[in-house]
């Protein structure tokens, strides 16, 4: 008897250990989900993220068929967030001028799309895309959709804006009402000239619920664009969800992070290129001037902030920079060269 007592005490013991250490480890991946403002609340789409297999084939004989050979380090330079500011706009603008970066993305949610409408007139052949948008993040500048708000009221807050953050959006959007309104942002970029050859998405919003990303990859299928998918989110490809037969995936994807000392900014930037592996490889920028109109929208917001986002103007504008590109034998392609690729006819 007192033997089955001491092995009972034992067993509840392990068992309320166990249940300590599921609850703990549940806790610790939302902890660092909150942290890293990854919005998933499917505990076996975390699963897949936590493990990070990779689940992607990359499209066959894609360097050759871009004009490289197999083994070549192939990178796009990439600013997001044109058409959010004068600011923005003309930094862009000059960066591609100038070759310091190859390609960029349009808001259409924003004010300033007129400014990148004009600006893609004059320069038909400048690799431009929609950054798909379906947050708005900044304290004081906000926006909406472009479709009216009574036709994607999921998307929609309390005070009329799209949603603050990816965790609002990803809670109460309707796949429905989304790819509506995503589609909406590619119409209006068509009917006001602006070439186009790629979208991506804002905020990596579109990326951590499955039927929101498969909205994603149909649309750009759909309308015959190229579509930024970093490896990182192949993981959720399954029999559930196959991906397109002609994917080109981004095998390695950079972006600075919240919370980086902006000390050491050229120290980030150049061990990238120094580091950069063959195959295909992204660096995304956020380019804009650290002046009055970029402070207003940015303030109390120091990531992607008017700092920042001069700072990264100044690295890709940098001969170190262009420098190392050289130094490593970097390849530089762009989204419009993928996009013929993946839809040569």
């Known amino acids: 008897m007192f033997l089955e007592l001491k092995i009972k005490k ?18 610790i991946i939302l902890v660092y989900f909150e942290y890293k403002e990854i919005p998933i609340y499917n505990f076996s789409l975390a ?5 990070g297999e990779q689940n992607y084939t990359q499209f066959k004989n894609l360097a050759e068929k871009l004009g490289y050979n197999k083994d070549d380090k192939l990178l796009i330079i990439h600013a997001d967030d044109l058409g959010l500011s004068n600011s923005v706009n003309n930094a862009s603008f000059k960066a591609l001028n100038e070759g310091n970066i190859n390609s960029a993305s349009v808001m259409m949610t924003c004010d300033k799309i007129d400014e990148v409408a004009e600006f893609s007139k004059k320069n038909p052949e400048i690799d431009l895309g929609i950054h798909l948008t379906v947050t708005s993040e900044w304290e004081f500048h906000k926006w909406d959709g472009v479709l009216d708000s009574k036709e994607i009221q999921s998307l929609i807050n309390k005070n009329g804006n799209l949603y603050e953050n990816k965790k609002g959006f990803t809670v109460n959007a309707n796949v429905n009402e989304l790819k509506k309104e995503l589609q909406a942002q590619i119409d209006l970029a068509k009917s006001l000239g602006i070439n186009f050859s790629h979208i991506d998405s804002h905020e990596g919003a579109l990326f951590y619920k499955s039927e929101f990303f498969k909205a994603y990859l149909d649309l750009a299928k759909e309308n015959k664009l190229a579509v930024f998918v970093p490896d990182i989110v192949t993981v959720q490809f399954d029999k559930d969800l196959i991906p397109p037969s002609n994917l080109v995936v981004v095998d390695d994807f950079y972006m600075a992070e919240n919370g980086m000392d902006l000390n050491n900014w050229e120290e ?20 804009g ?20 986002r001069k ?7 940098n001969k170190k920079f262009s420098q190392a590109l050289i130094n490593n034998n970097i390849k530089l392609v762009n989204w419009r060269e993928i996009q013929k690729v993946m839809y040569p006819n």
Do not use: A, C
């Open 268 to 287: 980030f930037y150049i061990g990238i290129l120094n580091n950069l592996k063959p195959g295909l490889s992204q660096i995304i920028v956020h380019l």
């Open 311 to 317: 700072y990264d103007y100044d690295i890709v504008s």
């Open 289 to 308: 001037y650290d002046d009055k109109e970029m402070r207003e929208i940015t303030i109390d917001h120091p990531n992607f902030g008017s700092k920042w």
């Open 47 to 51: 699963y897949k993220f936590i493990k």
């Open 10 to 27: 034992i067993l509840i013991n392990l068992f309320g250990g166990l249940i300590f250490f599921i609850i703990s480890f549940i806790l």
